[in-house]
């Protein structure tokens, strides 16, 4: 999964998009170093020491690891998985939804000075 | 391969090094037995690596799959199984020795008659002498089976539900009852009426159990509504995403909701 995340966080890094991940690791000390080997870059939320039963998973109602929410600009959920659904479909997924964030953000024709 | 260079190495140095010109074969230690069940799940392991390995090294003809441990090494380790059992009355492992040859006997492509019988016999006593234990109460929701037995699984679980007085293993039962709606909801299957029938039992399940523990997890029945009810009405497809405020992994508060205007992948994830 992480080397696809990565490309996703270089491809649209332009892009109206963000990375936000929820770890479930109950131990941090241990799993520090492999954020830098990994090249884990983009921010992640800590699920607390109680590790997959922590609060954040137990809100969501997290039951299979990874889950992915895709969230639009507008802050509503547009698409959620259960184990990744693959890479293409991610990518086409979210290239919509970056497009649909870009034409909101793009500043309304104004007519004449 | 790595494993195979570390031997050669621990024996070069254990025979004095260079001195020693004896070809090295593989001796076979006689090794003491853990008698422990972790110690049985251990052996399990490293037969499974073993195994494996061997088949990296000489790979069955294509279409072939053998499985990665035998019945017969999985009797072997059932035996030791039962061995734990017959000397641990009244002790913990009395339980999950029984419930240790339910696995074993059902590793999936393995189980021939031996070990369905193994299956049958753990089977029988542990589905009448501890219809009253908290720990049923995981096993009546999971029941290992092989293929072959699960409808006889069934049918113990049957059993345990028609004589057991353990309220968490009543619950249990209760909540293995809304698998198949919770599982069409989270793939999104359920329609809206659909979901409100589901939101009714849920209540009810919590009004009935709610201070009893799920099985499997660390939440009680009350919160676990409140939860999935949560996700049924606030996090389906369409709705605006709940607000997550908390720390990074440097200790660092921030809030879902400072992404508002970005596209969001929220992703669940860990090593573990």
Same mark, same amino acid.
């Given at each position: 999964?992480?080397?696809?995340?990565?490309?996703?966080?270089?491809?649209?890094?332009?892009?109206?998009?963000?990375?936000?991940?929820?770890?479930?690791?109950?131990?941090?000390?241990?799993?520090?170093?492999?954020?830098?080997?990994?090249?884990?870059?983009?921010?992640?939320?800590?699920?607390?020491?109680?590790?997959?039963?922590?609060?954040?998973?137990?809100?969501?109602?997290?039951?299979?690891?990874?889950?992915?929410?895709?969230?639009?600009?507008?802050?509503?959920?547009?698409?959620?998985?259960?184990?990744?659904?693959?890479?293409?479909?991610?990518?086409?997924?979210?290239?919509?939804?970056?497009?649909?964030?870009?034409?909101?953000?793009?500043?309304?024709?104004?007519?004449?000075? | 391969?790595?494993?195979?260079?570390?031997?050669?190495?621990?024996?070069?140095?254990?025979?004095?090094?260079?001195?020693?010109?004896?070809?090295?074969?593989?001796?076979?230690?006689?090794?003491?037995?853990?008698?422990?069940?972790?110690?049985?799940?251990?052996?399990?392991?490293?037969?499974?690596?073993?195994?494996?390995?061997?088949?990296?090294?000489?790979?069955?003809?294509?279409?072939?799959?053998?499985?990665?441990?035998?019945?017969?090494?999985?009797?072997?380790?059932?035996?030791?199984?039962?061995?734990?059992?017959?000397?641990?009355?009244?002790?913990?492992?009395?339980?999950?020795?029984?419930?240790?040859?339910?696995?074993?006997?059902?590793?999936?492509?393995?189980?021939?008659?031996?070990?369905?019988?193994?299956?049958?016999? %753990?089977? &029988?006593? !542990?589905?009448?002498?501890? +219809?009253?234990? $908290?720990?049923? #109460?995981?096993?009546?929701?999971?029941?290992?089976?092989?293929?072959?037995?699960?409808?006889?699984?069934?049918?113990?679980?049957?059993?345990?539900?028609?004589?057991?007085?353990?309220?968490?293993?009543?619950?249990?039962?209760?909540?293995?009852?809304?698998?198949?709606?919770?599982?069409?909801?989270?793939?999104?299957?359920?329609?809206?009426?659909?979901?409100?029938?589901?939101?009714?039992?849920?209540?009810?399940?919590?009004?009935?159990?709610?201070?009893?523990?799920?099985?499997?997890?660390?939440?009680?029945?009350?919160?676990?509504?409140?939860?999935?009810?949560? %996700?049924? &009405?606030? !996090?389906?497809?369409?709705? +605006?995403?709940? $607000?997550?405020? #908390?720390?990074?992994?440097?200790?660092?508060?921030?809030?879902?909701?400072?992404?508002?205007?970005?596209?969001?992948?929220?992703?669940?994830?860990?090593?573990?």
């Amino acid at each position: 999964m992480f080397p696809h995340e990565r490309s996703l966080v270089e491809r649209l890094k332009d892009a109206p998009f963000a990375l936000v991940g929820v770890n479930s690791d109950a131990d941090l000390v241990e799993q520090k170093p492999k954020l830098k080997e990994e090249r884990i870059t983009w921010r992640s939320f800590w699920n607390g020491p109680e590790g997959t039963s922590g609060p954040i998973s137990s809100a969501w109602n997290v039951s299979g690891w990874p889950t992915l929410y895709l969230i639009d600009h507008e802050g509503k959920i547009r698409q959620k998985y259960v184990g990744s659904p693959g890479d293409e479909v991610l990518d086409r997924e979210l290239d919509l939804l970056v497009s649909a964030a870009k034409q909101a953000a793009a500043p309304k024709p104004v007519g004449t000075e | 391969m790595k494993s195979i260079r570390v031997w050669g190495w621990s024996v070069w140095l254990a025979l004095g090094g260079a001195a020693a010109a004896q070809p090295q074969q593989p001796s076979a230690q006689p090794q003491q037995e853990d008698d422990s069940l972790a110690g049985v799940m251990k052996d399990y392991r490293a037969v499974q690596r073993a195994n494996i390995e061997k088949q990296e090294k000489s790979p069955p003809p294509a279409g072939v799959s053998l499985p990665l441990v035998t019945e017969d090494e999985l009797v072997g380790f059932v035996d030791r199984c039962w061995k734990i059992y017959d000397r641990s009355e009244g002790e913990p492992e009395e339980f999950d020795s029984l419930r240790q040859i339910l696995t074993l006997a059902s590793s999936s492509g393995v189980a021939g008659p031996k070990l369905e019988q193994h299956w049958r016999d %753990a089977a &029988e006593k !542990l589905f009448s002498d501890f +219809v009253d234990d $908290d720990r049923m #109460a995981e096993l009546v929701v999971r029941t290992p089976a092989p293929t072959k037995l699960v409808r006889e699984a069934n049918a113990c679980c049957e059993g345990v539900k028609a004589k057991t007085t353990n309220l968490n293993v009543k619950a249990a039962f209760a909540y293995k009852a809304l698998q198949s709606d919770l599982s069409s909801n989270s793939q999104g299957a359920l329609n809206d009426a659909q979901q409100q029938a589901l939101v009714g039992k849920l209540e009810e399940l919590g009004r009935q159990f709610g201070p009893q523990k799920v099985p499997f997890g660390a939440v009680t029945y009350a919160e676990f509504v409140k939860n999935t009810i949560f %996700a049924i &009405e606030r !996090l389906k497809v369409g709705a +605006v995403a709940p $607000d997550i405020a #908390a720390n990074d992994l440097d200790g660092v508060a921030f809030k879902l909701s400072d992404y508002r205007g970005k596209v969001v992948m929220l992703d669940f994830w860990g090593y573990w």
